[in-house]
Every structure is written in structure tokens, then in C-alpha cells.
């Protein structure tokens, strides 16, 4: 079903240029750096690296697969056209590509060939551009996981790559050994679960936010919803909130053994809805309300830091 | 007398007649006269149903297995049904001859779940003052020995294995071990700590699935 076409040069959507310049802006020559260095790198790495671009016409709402076990990364980003653009580049011959279209699903598996080979053989990134109406099931084991501006259901999984989000809307789990989570302005409900990753989540539109992680840190950075949930949890790590003064939500913060950094006390009242709640004689914490008490906020550390503070 | 006392009473002698002293207390008490409430609503559906057989001798054996292993019960295993113990013949006889064996066994596990749902942690002390241990920490403890099981092959099977995801791999599963081990410690020292157990039951659910992962892993590279 697609059309598929062998180059040796990268390959980039002309469209994407100017917003990639208006993103890239700051940091133009830190990227100039890092093509020349790239590039420096493609011609060591000598004939065997190579890309595929593929297309493949969908109708309405694409689910795309990836399953990259090997080392690189996976963009996706999104455009207004009914198809599904997949460029995928290699370092070696070690490494072999099935990419496949059952209907509106298209599937890409990077699997490796020789188990012999190499980690730097090893390599192969993947580009999708995609409708902004995409399902995604992406899972890696190192590369960055990078998706912007795409609205459907995802799940996202990495062993130590990070994963980036910026955004997107959609039901959104994650799931990491050690990569960590960067989501900024997502929208609808974000499912985290890590060892050792983090996740910051940055001025956000999410509903309902579930952030579990037994090592790493946790930063929400942005305004509750209304009506939202938000459960926030780390074993050993920080988890701090930063509100808004417009924000309206209960606050329930509880650890074991770590500690509360409550900057917010002048914010907080007791609760306003006549419910009694009772601290356990085993943790410290608080609970209060911000605002009329409109969503609901649950922070825990088992011997991390929770910090609560408002905005500038 | 107290909630649990009334939970005590009900468990160990069926419910009626009550003690004066537990006819007492939830008379007073909205909390205990639900519970009552909800157990006679449940005996008397049971009481309605059709004469049957008597349930198999085996479907006692294994419902005071599964209660004695949940640490709701703590008599010693009995050798046969005409042997059963006293607090579990005051349930059985709620019920006589004419209840179904499932809606006993309904029965059962609705009051095993009340009742543990309404005092978690008063189970692991003994009348005789002995701590025994709590239903969680058998759970626990079944988990940890098939997870450690697991743990060893997997390190068996990856250790000549030095890429960066097994790696990653081994150093997040020593993490994961680290922090089993602190809440493990932490909640020796305080068995009630409701968080601790929290954090403990998540680090398993993550070991089990980190732990698979390697297995997908080992299966699909080699």
C-alpha cells in the first residue's frame, strides 16, 4: 500500500522548516554545532548508514506502531495531510526495518540482525509526520521519544530514553525504566509510571494527572483544572507544585519519612467541604484548600521532599 | 465494647443471639448496625434458597485455607469437616442444611471483606498477645519469594550482557531491591504504617514488571 523510496540524504518535510526555525531560534548555533558534528559523524560512519521514507495514505484517525529495539530516536509531528510520512535512518546494515500498513494502522518494527553487532551499529532514528488526529504506540529502549502537536490516544514506552511532549491531547500513559518525562502543554489525561525517571509537566490543560515514581523527581508546573485529579507520587524524590493564585483544588500532601516544604500556608485554608480528614501518626503532611476546593490534589513522598508553592 | 469487639463477636459466634454487652453497643452505634444489618440481610437471602446437598467437604478445606492464609482466621487446619473448628461452626450454622455451598461461600468472603476492610491492622494481634503475621505481609511475602526467584535467572541469563539497556536494567532492579528493603524495615518498626505498605506494594508491582521486561527483552534479542 506504500509507496516506498530509497535516498541517502536526510530527509524533512519542507513545510516543518519555518517552524522549526521559529523553535530553534535560540539556540541556532548550538544546533549548526551539532549538524556539523552530526554530519562529521555520517560520512566516519561510511556507506552503510542509510534512510527509507515511506508514505502511506490513511483516512481518518491513524494508529501508528513503532517498536525500536534498537538505539536512536523517534519524532513524530503532525501536518494536515491524510498521511502517514515515515523516514527512518540507519547506521549499518545490522539493523533491518518492517514497516507495513494493515488499513488505517501502520506498523514500524526496527529489529536487530546481528546480535553481534555493536551499541554505535546499533542506531537507527525514526521521523513520522502524521495526521493531527494519530494513535500512537511508540516504545524504544535509549532514544528520545519526541511527539508535538498530536491529538489521539498514546502510549509511550522507553527503558532509558527520555520522553518529550509538547502539545499534545489525549489519553497519555508513559511508562520508563530510567528516561524521564517533559510534557509542556498537554491536554487531557496523563498516566506516568517510572523507576528512576522523572516528570515535569509544564503549564499544562490536563484533567486528570496520575505521576508515579519510586526514585526520580516530579515537578507540576501550571493551573488545576477544574473538577481534575491529580495524583503525584515518589518513592525517594521530590515532588513540588507550583500554582496559581486562580487556582481553586484540595491539597492532600503526606510523606513517611521525608519532609514538607509548605510555602504556600498563606493559601491554604482548612478544608471547605466538611470533610474530616485525619493524619495517620506515621506520616507528616498536611491538608487544606486553595480557592473553593474545585479539584482535587494528591502528593506523596515516601522519604522525598514535597514542596507546594504558588507562582510568581 | 468497641466496633471491633462487635466484628469479633459476629465472627466468632454468628449473629444471634448477640451479647448483651454487643446488643449494647449497636444499639448506639450506625456503623456496627450496618454491618449487622448487611450479615442478616445476606443470611436471610441464603435461608430462602432451595434445599441442596451439603457442599463437599473439600469447599471447607479450601475456604479456611484461603481464610487462614488472608490471616482472617488463625485456628489450626482441621482434618476433616466433622472436625471444623468452633468459630467456624457458629457460621455454619447460621445456615444449616439448607444453604448452597456458593452462597456460603458468598457469604464468607463478603464477611471476610468487611471485616477486614473495617480493622486492617488490629489482625496481627493475638488474644494471647503474640503478633502473628498480617494478611498483607503473606501476600507480600509470596510475591517477594516468586520475584526473587525470577530475579536470580534473569541475572543468570544476562550476565555476560554488558549493552547500556541491560545495564540500565540491573541498576533500576538493584534500586527497586534498595527501596523494597527500606519499606520492608520501616514497616517491621511500624506495621501500621499505611504509606510504607503503599510504597511497598507499588515497588513490587514495579520489580514484577521491570522484571518481565528483561524477559521480553532476553526473548526478543537472543
New interface residues.
Given amino acids: 500500500m506504500g509507496t516506498g523510496k530509497m535516498n541517502m540524504t536526510a530527509s524533512w518535510p519542507l513545510w516543518s522548516l519555518p517552524a522549526l526555525r521559529r523553535d530553534v531560534k535560540p539556540g541556532v548555533l548550538s544546533l549548526f554545532g551539532a549538524a556539523v558534528f552530526l554530519c562529521s559523524g555520517l560520512t566516519a560512519a561510511g556507506a552503510a548508514s542509510q534512510h527509507i521514507e515511506k508514505h502511506f495514505a490513511v483516512h481518518t484517525r491513524p494508529v501508528v506502531v513503532i517498536h525500536n ?1 534498537a ?1 536512536g530516536r523517534i519524532e513524530v509531528k503532525s501536518w494536515k495531510n491524510a498521511e502517514v510520512d515515515v523516514v527512518a535512518s540507519q547506521a549499518s546494515d545490522k539493523i533491518g526495518f518492517d514497516i507495513e500498513q494493515a488499513g488505517d494502522r501502520i506498523d514500524v518494527t526496527a529489529n ?1 540482525l546481528d ?1 553481534a553487532a555493536q ?1 554505535s551499529e546499533l542506531e537507527a532514528s525514526l521521523q513520522l509526520t502524521v495526521p493531527e488526529e494519530t494513535e500512537l504506540q511508540l516504545k524504544t ?2 532514544g528520545l521519544i519526541y511527539v508535538e502537536q498530536v491529538m489521539g490516544d498514546m502510549t509511550l514506552e522507553s ?2 530514553g527520555e520522553v518529550h511532549l509538547k502539545e499534545v491531547s489525549g489519553y497519555i500513559i508513559v511508562r520508563t ?2 528516561g524521564s518525562l517533559v510534557c509542556t502543554q498537554c491536554a487531557g489525561k496523563l498516566d506516568f ?1 517510572s ?2 525517571g522523572g516528570a515535569q509537566v509544564l503549564q499544562p490543560a490536563l484533567t486528570n494527572v496520575s505521576l ?1 515514581t ?2 526520580g523527581n516530579i515537578l507540576f508546573d501550571g493551573d488545576f483544572v477544574r473538577t481534575g485529579l491529580y495524583t503525584m ?1 515518589s ?2 524524590g521530590l515532588v513540588e507544585v507550583r500554582f496559581s493564585g486562580n487556582d481553586s483544588f484540595d491539597l492532600k500532601a ?4 521525608g519532609t514538607v516544604d509548605n510555602r504556600a500556608a498563606a493559601y491554604l485554608k482548612p478544608d471547605s467541604h466538611g470533610v474530616k480528614h485525619l493524619a ?1 501518626k ?2 507528616k503532611g498536611f491538608f487544606g484548600t486553595v480557592g473553593q476546593g474545585l479539584a482535587k490534589v494528591e502528593l ?1 513522598s ?2 522525598g521532599t514535597i514542596r507546594i508553592l504558588k507562582r510568581d | 465494647m468497641q466496633c471491633k469487639d462487635v466484628e469479633f463477636v459476629v465472627e466468632q459466634e454468628g449473629l444471634a443471639p448477640l451479647p448483651e454487652a454487643a446488643q449494647a453497643h449497636v444499639a448506639t452505634c450506625s456503623h456496627c448496625q450496618g454491618f449487622v444489618a448487611d450479615l442478616a440481610a445476606i443470611v436471610s437471602v441464603a435461608n430462602e434458597l432451595p434445599a441442596e446437598v451439603e457442599p463437599p467437604a473439600r469447599v471447607w478445606f479450601s475456604l479456611q485455607a484461603q481464610l487462614k492464609l488472608e490471616g482472617i482466621i488463625k485456628t489450626p487446619a482441621v482434618a476433616a469437616r466433622g472436625a471444623r473448628s468452633p468459630r467456624w461452626q457458629g457460621f455454619s450454622d447460621l445456615f444449616g442444611s439448607r444453604a448452597l455451598a456458593a452462597a456460603t461461600v458468598g457469604l464468607l468472603i463478603v464477611a471476610a471483606g468487611v471485616v477486614q476492610l473495617r480493622r486492617p491492622y488490629e489482625a496481627n494481634v493475638e488474644p494471647n498477645g503474640g503478633i502473628a503475621v498480617l494478611p498483607s505481609q503473606i501476600t507480600f511475602a509470596k510475591t517477594a519469594k516468586v520475584l526473587n526467584e525470577q530475579e536470580i535467572d534473569i541475572n543468570n541469563m544476562q550476565l555476560a550482557s554488558t549493552s547500556p539497556v541491560d545495564n540500565s536494567f540491573r541498576q533500576n532492579l538493584q534500586q527497586i531491591d534498595d527501596f523494597i528493603a527500606v519499606c520492608e524495615r520501616r514497616l517491621r518498626a511500624a506495621p501500621q504504617d499505611e504509606l510504607a505498605r503503599e510504597y511497598l506494594s507499588y515497588a513490587y508491582q514495579q520489580k514484577a514488571e521491570l522484571l518481565s521486561a528483561m524477559m521480553d527483552r532476553e526473548g526478543s534479542i537472543h
Fill in positions: 529495539v538505539n536487530v546480535t551499541p529502549e535509549t527503558v532509558a525504566t530510567e509510571k523507576i528512576s508515579f519510586t526514585s507520587k518513592g525517594k503526606q510523606t513517611a519519612v495517620s506515621f506520616t506523596s515516601y522519604s
